[in-house]
Structure formats: structure tokens, C-alpha cells
């Protein structure tokens, strides 16, 4: 059984008198503890898919579900706690606090999520350990490389302890050499975590 799906799941939007279709029927699942990449070419309708899973945005018809659990019932309270704690997202370009320090930004998406003092700073700690940071924790994203920065994204997106990890052209501003290194940390959490991994490229 499928952690993360959609089933016929269409996304239509209106683009002034046009209707344009980003999405139609589409089904698809991913189990516990897989690593799906997402191919497609610009336009394709993968970051709306994406977006959907994430609850970001909702369908047109047709269901996306979450352990079973359809999401089109939730409040807007059930919605923001299942993105929150349910699935992580990162995103091409870092989406980083500029003056915040690797720790901080970590430690922010922690308190979100209702960790505090102690706590907070020693789960940040481990997270930036974890991805291979632990000597740039306290560098602010102008003073680390896109690898880094996108494994402090990495870190932030895990720090709740999510099942599902939803990553949207991760790789896109990286050099192949960090574009690889940041696959194999993925796949090694995937393996090492269970976490499910469902990622979005242009690549082949």
C-alpha cells in the first residue's frame, strides 16, 4: 500500500479566458522507505504534482492521499500540520534566511514544528551532522556553496521528522559533482531512515 498517491488527479488553471491543464488524471504512488525521481521537461506539470502531494495547492478532481487519508477533508489547521510534520520540501533555489546562520535556519523550522531551548539547538545539531555540516553550522548561506546550502535545505526539511521528503529540482543550481553527493545522501536516508523520497528533474 502506497504511503504518498494521487488518484485521477487533474490540476486545471485559468490563464485569463484560456483553461490550461497541468495536470490531467494522473495517478501515481510511492511506499515507505522509496526513492522516486520524476522526469519531465520544463512545463510538464512536475512541480504542480509536487505541490499537490506537499498540500500546497489542491486538485482540480480526483484524490491525493496520505497513508490512506485523503487530503481534500482536511481544515486549514489538519493542512498546515500535515506540512509540517507529515512531508518536508526543498527546492531548487535554498529558500534560506540570509542572515541567519546554517543552526538558525535549522533551529527556526524546529521551533515551528514546537521544539524548544535545549532541545531545539541539540536536534539542529545532529540534523546539520547528519548531512555533513557540522564544521559549517555557524556559516550564513552567502558564506557556503550551493552543496552546502542545499543540504542545510535538507537538514530544515527533516527537522520534524517527516515520513516524506518532496524535492523539487534539488540539483538544479548544482555542479554534477554536488548534484551526485547530494543524491547519494538522499538515497543513503532513504535506506538508513525509510524515509520516502519523491524528486522532480529535467536530468536524464
Known amino acids: 500500500m502506497s504511503l504518498i498517491e494521487t488518484r485521477e488527479v487533474t490540476r486545471i488553471y485559468q490563464m485569463g479566458a484560456n483553461q490550461v491543464a497541468a495536470l490531467e488524471r494522473v495517478s501515481m504512488g510511492a511506499d515507505e522507505g522509496e526513492f522516486i525521481a520524476i522526469q519531465g521537461t520544463s512545463g510538464s506539470?512536475?512541480?504542480?504534482?509536487?505541490?499537490?502531494?506537499?498540500?500546497?495547492?489542491?486538485?482540480?478532481?480526483?484524490?491525493?492521499?496520505?497513508?490512506?487519508?485523503?487530503?481534500?477533508?482536511?481544515?486549514?489547521?489538519?493542512?498546515?500540520?500535515?506540512?509540517?510534520?507529515?512531508?518536508?520540501?526543498?527546492?531548487?533555489?535554498?529558500?534560506?534566511?540570509?542572515?541567519?546562520?546554517?543552526?538558525?535556519?535549522?533551529?527556526?523550522?524546529?521551533?515551528?514544528?514546537?521544539?524548544?531551548?535545549v532541545a531545539r539547538k541539540e536536534r539542529a545539531r545532529?540534523?546539520?551532522?547528519?548531512?555533513?555540516?557540522?564544521?559549517?553550522?555557524?556559516?550564513?548561506?552567502?558564506e557556503l556553496s550551493g552543496g552546502e546550502q542545499q543540504r542545510v535545505a535538507i537538514a530544515r526539511a527533516l527537522g520534524n521528522r517527516p515520513r516524506v521528503l518532496l524535492a523539487d529540482e534539488p540539483t538544479g543550481?548544482?555542479?554534477?559533482?554536488?548534484?551526485?553527493?547530494?543524491?547519494?545522501?538522499?538515497?543513503?536516508?532513504?535506506?538508513?531512515?525509510?524515509?520516502?523520497?519523491?524528486?522532480v528533474t529535467h536530468d536524464h
Open 45 to 117: 506539470g512536475k512541480s504542480t504534482l509536487l505541490n499537490l502531494l506537499g498540500g500546497l495547492d489542491r486538485p482540480t478532481s480526483g484524490d491525493v492521499l496520505f497513508d490512506s487519508q485523503p487530503l481534500a477533508p482536511l481544515t486549514k489547521k489538519q493542512m498546515a500540520r500535515y506540512r509540517r510534520f507529515s512531508v518536508g520540501m526543498i527546492f531548487q533555489n535554498f529558500n534560506l534566511i540570509p542572515t541567519m546562520t546554517a543552526a538558525e535556519n535549522v533551529r527556526l523550522a524546529l521551533a515551528f514544528g514546537g521544539l524548544r531551548g
Open 173 to 199: 543550481n548544482l555542479d554534477s559533482t554536488r548534484a551526485h553527493e547530494l543524491l547519494a545522501l538522499l538515497r543513503e536516508m532513504v535506506h538508513r531512515d525509510n524515509l520516502t523520497v519523491l524528486l
Open 126 to 142: 545532529d540534523l546539520l551532522n547528519r548531512v555533513g555540516l557540522s564544521d559549517r553550522m555557524d556559516h550564513r548561506p552567502a
